[in-house]
């Protein structure tokens, strides 16, 4: 009954923003509401067979979270992006996101993301007892695994691609600033890698939540009491919640990539900027464990400033607390006092958007200023 009401909820918001856009969208916002009405209808017909039928309310619940998917699409496409449109950053940033995302590329590794996500799903893992753990780190690390390849493609060519095709020349034509221009295009990218790695994060988060109780059927089986069967749910629960800042700070790493890649691709082309943008991840993962190591003075110097000069990937991992670990959630503790909270979760994740965002600030700086002396001819 829940999912049916949050579905009629979101398919009446949906039905006022197509009659408000109505005249403006056209038949593609007529696609979307139509997709989404589908989806909708079919998975509140199956979630009323759900009680009886496991299998009916499995697939309405992975229905209600592909119609998720369909949902946030549309409210970038019909709402973030046309509002941002309105101003001249937003407009590049528009153009970039459609550029990036009609791509075959980007379309068909988004249904492969998907599919791999919900096929891992069905597999088990023999960790005795702990294969819903397992599936989420698995599904976490394919979210970020297949949005990469996309935000690699897509910023690697926002801005060499378009000197070489001389549609800089026609872009530069008009009251538009250089450093627009580099800002607009990451923002472009960013917005496709924040819908892209969300969507694969909402079907991860569901089979997740799906699994859980195949897994622990058992348990569900043997429960005697309330208390017992509350527990499990909430566990359950915590698991799905774990997915959500995980998920943000894989963005976060890819937020920082992306800015490094455009920055390059204002000077370079596709081929070394792909190389560079590769070799940048690798060396970003592995500095950790660069820093640590006992070496010579000048050569743990060099290390140290190189270190601090890559982005900062470890600090945006904390799959070990969020998917093997544990937390307080609400006003249930677990017993130790070094156990976080999720609100302390979530000030850590603050954090490290801060730190996010100052670099990429910097990156992108530096991008500005070698695009200000790029030859465009």
């Known amino acids: 009954m829940v999912l049916s009401a949050i579905a009629i909820g979101v398919l009446a918001v949906w039905a006022a923003l197509t009659w408000i856009f109505r005249k403006s969208a056209g038949s593609k916002l007529i696609a979307y509401t139509s997709a989404l009405a589908i989806t909708l209808a079919l998975g509140m017909i199956a979630e009323g067979f759900g009680p009886s039928y496991a299998y009916l309310h499995i697939t309405a ?34 153009i970039t996101y459609y550029e990036a995302l009609l791509q075959p ?39 970020f695994l297949f949005t990469l390849p996309i935000m690699v493609f897509a910023s690697t060519k926002v801005i060499d691609e378009e000197i070489e095709n001389r549609t800089m020349l026609t872009l530069m034509s008009k009251p538009i600033a250089r450093w627009q221009v580099v800002i607009g295009k990451y923002f472009g990218v960013t917005v496709l890698c924040l819908g ?24 569900y089986f043997v429960s005697r ?41 204002t ?63 609400g006003n249930r503790f677990i017993a130790g006092g070094n156990t976080p909270s999720y609100g302390q979760i979530w000030q850590y994740v603050g954090i490290a958007s801060a730190y996010a965002v100052f670099y990429v600030s910097g990156v992108l700086s530096c991008g500005v200023a070698m695009f200000r002396t790029r030859e465009l001819t």
């Open 61 to 94: 619940v992975y229905l209600l979270s592909v119609a998720g998917v369909l949902g946030m699409f549309g409210a970038i496409e019909f709402g973030i992006l046309r509002l941002i449109g309105l101003f001249r950053l937003g407009a590049i940033t528009r």
């Open 105 to 143: 590329f980007t379309i068909i590794v988004v249904v492969m993301g998907i599919a791999a996500i919900t096929i891992l799903a069905f597999v088990p893992y023999y960790t005795m007892g702990e294969d819903y753990k397992m599936y989420r780190d698995v599904a976490i690390s394919m979210a």
């Open 196 to 219: 892209v790695i969300a969507a694969l994060g909402i079907i991860a988060g569901t089979c997740a939540y799906l699994r859980y109780f195949d897994d622990m059927r058992i348990d």
């Open 225 to 265: 009491t309330v208390q017992e069967n509350d527990l499990l749910n909430l566990n359950n629960t915590k698991a799905v919640l774990a997915i959500i800042p995980s998920i943000l700070l894989e963005f976060l790493q890819l937020a920082m990539l992306a800015a490094v890649s455009v920055a390059i691709s």
């Open 267 to 329: 000077r370079w082309g596709l081929a070394l900027n792909v190389t560079a943008t590769v070799i940048l991840y690798i060396g970003a993962n592995i500095s950790r464990y660069a820093v640590a190591m006992d070496l010579p003075a000048p050569l743990s110097w060099v290390v140290w400033l190189v270190a601090h000069l890559l982005p900062n990937l470890a600090s945006m991992d904390l799959s070990q607390r969020l998917v093997y670990g544990n937390f307080n959630y």
